[in-house]
């Protein structure tokens, strides 16, 4: 009709480009709501807490460990926590589907690759969810770093499926060992009778399978404590005393870090304590060094007194035990 502008194709491109702007936008603002408040990484393992927010579990449960108030509001807060399955289907879908970006999609596999290959609790392991999570880290990672541990953790995943082989080959043997029953004909008897004879040395030879399956079955056993100690004794660097104890003169030990917490460690009394070591400020700069110990304390306090290493002069401050770490050459 006379007076109306003709419609071109080009005018949609503004269009298309806008609304493609504002769904990145949406999708950006998503993806910010699906990071934890306090590593401000993409969730993993989401859980709420009982402030009504989303944490990762790892994070929320060693800032409870440390305080009983929300990193959101800090309001008093309890412990109780309840996984966030609709938050945790979310965020897996939009990396799997390549909704963000490399680097973030990289880092969220790395670490899905490391809880599925290290989670004791329900539902348990999965190496082969691992080894497809460590392999996408290698076709995303551009840094050399990143790749290293993926392809080192590619093959852990590798030798720990191999344990579980190995596993279930002895639970395997435990079961097909046939049971040990009580002869039914005495010695003398087998002696006379040939076929006697071969059913005593048939159950002699049951109970002997027998005994080896459930010495194979403790072994192993063993065998597990003993390659925990091998794979995680190295990095076992220090440990946190889990009571009051004498430490000896020159015992190297670690104030914790972080000094709101020393200083909230230090302003109460410690666990079983009937007095707080009282704070100075001059211990701020104390917080994660590592001391030597020049006597235990008292009952009262619970505390050592400890001079900083490398530290000249004699000036010395008193650390309640659970503001002390143990370093592993003591």
């Known amino acids: 009709p006379a007076g109306k502008r003709p419609k ?9 480009q806008a609304k493609g702007s504002a769904a990145m936008a949406v999708l950006s603002r998503i993806v910010q709501h699906h990071k934890c408040p306090i590593s401000h990484q993409l969730l993993v393992d989401p859980v709420m807490a009982e402030d009504g ?6 994070a929320i449960t060693e800032w409870l460990a440390r305080k009983r108030s929300s990193p959101t509001t800090n309001n008093a807060m309890g412990e109780t926590l309840v996984p966030a399955l609709a938050a945790r289907q979310t965020v897996g879908e939009l990396v799997e589907e390549g909704m963000v970006d490399a680097e973030t999609s990289a880092n969220f596999f ?10 004791t609790a329900p539902p348990g392991l999965d190496l082969e969810g691992a080894r497809a999570d460590f392999q996408r880290v290698l076709r995303l990672a ?7 541990a993926a392809e080192f953790q590619l093959r852990a995943v590798a030798w720990m499926a191999q344990g579980a082989v190995l596993a279930a080959e002895a639970r395997r043997m435990r079961e097909q060992a046939p049971g040990t029953c009580a002869s039914g004909n005495s010695t003398s008897d087998a002696q006379r009778n040939p076929i006697a004879a071969a059913a005593q040395q048939q159950r002699q030879r049951a109970a002997a399978a027998a005994i080896a399956a459930r010495d194979l079955q403790a072994w192993m056993l063993d065998l597990g404590e003993a390659v925990r100690a091998v794979v995680a ?3 076992q660097r220090e440990r946190r005393l889990a009571g009051w104890e004498t430490l000896r003169k020159g015992v190297r030990v670690r104030v ?9 460690l230090c302003d109460r009394p410690a666990p079983g304590a009937d007095e707080s070591v009282s704070w100075n400020d001059d211990m701020a700069a104390w917080a994660g060094s590592v001391c030597t110990v020049v006597r ?7 505390n050592y ?21 143990l370093m592993a050459d003591h």
């Open 53 to 58: 927010h989303i944490y990762e579990r790892k």
């Open 110 to 119: 790395l670490e899905r690759g490391r809880l599925r290959a290290s989670r």
């Open 142 to 148: 551009s840094a050399p770093e990143q790749r290293a």
């Open 296 to 302: 235990t304390g008292d009952a009262a306090h619970k």
């Open 256 to 264: 914790v870090d972080g000094l709101d917490e020393l200083r909230r």
């Open 233 to 235: 004794g190295p990095f």
């Open 8 to 16: 071109f194709c080009g005018d949609e491109a503004p269009r298309r």
């Open 305 to 325: 007194i400890l001079r900083r290493e490398g530290e000249q002069g004699e000036r010395t401050f008193s650390f309640p035990y659970d503001a002390v770490l």
